[in-house]
């Protein structure tokens, strides 16, 4: 949500700026703008509603001058529209401040009130002027400890970038609940909502804590505590590399990072299960914990709820062990009966998204342990952990979440095979066969990835239906979740989710010969079940996609299409069935001529609730 961008050193800022904005553009895209400081002690913002490339022409009419001191931002919109004017920076009245935000100010409308009484007049509808004015009030000349001053009267999740006209040579970042780290070059420094951004100017990064704030020019960076305390920070060197951060001759971030899939679960395996035995480091929760925890809950947002519905039937199968999984956002409202007794587990793509960390905090306060399932490495979520299961799945920049899902997948997998052994709950043959089973899903990745062609070409000849329904069962019901959620996110096509044996309950009043039904069907104890729902569709002339394990020669009688999974263990099919339903998505989006890595509304971390 909103991304952010800080340079200070000897080059000009603002190519600088822009190109380094340009990698944030997935967190958010309605509006952008920039803000110098230039060699007369001129702060000079521009800014524009859209994507980047509308404030690329707004500088070309309206040119900046050389500055060595720029921050930046990219907009996902929560008060006020998405217009010119609600863009950021956001400036004092004097126009001697200048604000980037990321986050929410929860009480900024009695600040808002309060300025307001002591003269300040307002110009957007944005929570983030607030912070501008509540500075300029404080700025006795000393803009630390103006910003410092003011951050302690903001309540809410705040990242935050300041520069001054008064001090040229110096941005100040603070952080809380949103995150911001500190990029340490020669002789530059940079601030960013996230590492990409910056990747291929410097690996050196300084990750900003909650409650820390900072000061920056071109050859220092001084961390304290928003209370003033200074503090050594730990500066990390980031290892994943430039390419990752590239489309390398995909079209889009998702095609690739759906193309990533293989490699990134066969490193997984070669980590986790080196020489067949389980290595889960990091679990930090002991064996004994493990085999006397009473319940697990899962909280989870989005895709990765998905990964955590798919994660109840591994965890139930294997462990006998009542899992029960909820959306952050429904679990931090609900009063959940959790205790000593409940394992947590939370997971998260960018372990930064606002309702599951609320939602950790809720649980750790009622007694549980937390083990996070998460990708970005040192991230809020892993921080707050008990323990952190990384699933290294790599940087993820496609806003629809693909590597990421399979990368939770296998870990709820290798987790739930984990809990059986230690539980005694499932016989070690049959673990062991599993474990035989999970190497070899590389492979039918692989495999299933070479059938792109039909997959576009079943992809377009749908790709004109209003209405999709995705129908699954068991173990598959969380893959028609998903499915939808990819096909809606990104081609904007109403899509529903349904257990199928729900659909008599309501959904089949949706069938029609308008509607587009994809069914999950893959070999399983509920094939037959399967195939009975696909033939009530049919009977009401629905188009059935159905997606099936190769070789079941029956399926194409029931079916106007069909994309077939290698046969697997059936608890294994989610891995291979979404595999299918992730490119289909993709394929009709781009067949609608949709931005697929930069969908309407979206934004890839929700970082605010
Ligand atoms: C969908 C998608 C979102 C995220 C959700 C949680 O494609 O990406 O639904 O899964 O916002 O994000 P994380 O996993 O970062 O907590």
């Excluded at 730990?234 to 990533?260: C, N, P, R």
Aim: with cysteine.
């Amino acid at each position: 949500m909103c991304g952010i961008i800080g340079y200070v050193g000897p080059s000009d800022s603002t190519p600088i700026l822009l190109a380094c904005l340009k990698k944030l553009e997935y967190r958010g895209y309605d509006s952008s703008g920039v803000g110098v400081l230039d060699h007369h002690s001129h702060l000079i913002v521009r800014k524009s509603k859209g994507k980047i490339k509308n404030l690329e022409e707004v500088l070309k009419g309206e040119p900046l001058p050389f500055s060595n001191v720029g921050i930046s931002h990219t907009r996902w919109a929560t008060h006020g529209l998405p217009t010119d004017i609600n863009a950021h920076p956001h400036v004092n009245n004097a126009g001697t401040i200048a604000v980037v935000h990321n986050g929410i100010i929860e009480n900024y409308a009695p600040l808002r009130e309060k300025l307001k009484k002591q003269g300040c007049y307002f110009v957007s509808q944005t929570d983030t002027e607030v912070i501008a004015h509540l500075i300029s009030v404080l700025y006795k000349g000393d803009l630390k400890q103006a910003v410092q001053k003011a951050i302690a009267q903001l309540k809410g999740a705040f990242a935050i970038a300041v520069i001054s006209k008064d001090h040229p040579d110096l941005m100040i970042a603070a952080r809380v609940g949103s995150p911001l780290i500190i990029g340490l070059g020669d002789k530059e420094n940079y601030i960013a909502s996230d590492v990409p951004a910056i990747l291929d100017r410097t690996r050196r990064v300084i990750y900003l804590k909650d409650g820390q704030m900072a000061v920056i020019t071109m050859d220092k960076v001084d961390v304290f505590t928003f209370a003033g305390q200074k503090v050594t920070p730990k500066v990390d060197t980031v290892s994943f590399t430039v390419s990752a951060a590239q489309k390398e001759g995909y079209d889009h971030f998702m095609l690739k990072e759906i193309h990533e899939q293989p490699q990134g679960l066969a490193n997984m395996l070669k980590n986790r299960l080196p020489s067949g035995k389980l290595n889960l480091e990091g679990l930090d929760v002991s064996d004994k914990v493990l085999a006397s925890v009473k319940k697990i809950t899962v909280i989870a947002c989005g895709t990765a709820y998905h990964a955590g519905l798919v994660g109840k039937y591994i965890i139930e199968d294997l462990a006998r062990l009542t899992t029960e999984v909820d959306t952050s956002s429904e679990f931090r409202y609900r009063n959940a009966i959790i205790d000593k007794h409940t394992l947590v587990v939370a997971v998260s793509q960018s372990g930064e998204t606002a309702d599951t960390l609320a939602a950790v905090r809720e649980a750790k306060a009622k007694g549980a342990k937390i083990i996070s399932i998460c990708n970005v490495v040192g991230s809020s979520l892993a921080r707050e952990s008990d323990g952190v299961l990384y699933t290294h799945a790599g940087l993820e920049i496609g806003v629809a979440s693909t590597k990421a899902y399979t990368a939770q997948l296998m870990m709820f997998y290798l987790l739930g095979i984990k809990l059986a052994q230690v539980r005694q709950t499932a016989k070690p043959a049959r673990l062991k066969d599993l474990i035989k089973q999970l190497q070899r899903v590389p492979d039918h990745q692989k495999s299933l990835l070479e059938q792109k062609a039909a997959i576009l070409k079943i992809a377009e000849a749908n790709s004109h239906f209003g209405c999709f329904l995705y129908l699954g069962r068991n173990i598959n019901y969380p893959t028609a979740l998903e499915g939808a959620l990819k096909l809606k996110e990104i081609s904007y096509i109403p899509a529903e989710g349904y257990a199928a044996g729900e659909m008599k309950h309501g959904p089949i009043a949706l069938i029609d010969e308008y509607r587009a039904v994809v069914c999950v069907a893959v070999q399983s104890h509920v094939y037959e079940k399967m195939i009975s729902n696909i033939q009530e569709i049919r009977a009401r002339k629905g188009n059935v996609i159905a997606v099936a394990t190769q070789g079941d020669k029956d399926i194409a009688h029931h079916v106007d299409y069909v994309l077939t999974v290698p046969a697997i263990d059936e608890l294994l099919t989610p891995l291979l069935a979404i595999i299918p339903l992730q490119l289909m998505a993709y394929y009709v989006a781009v067949k609608r001529g949709n931005d697929v890595d930069q969908p309407r509304n979206l934004a890839k971390s929700v970082t605010v609730e």
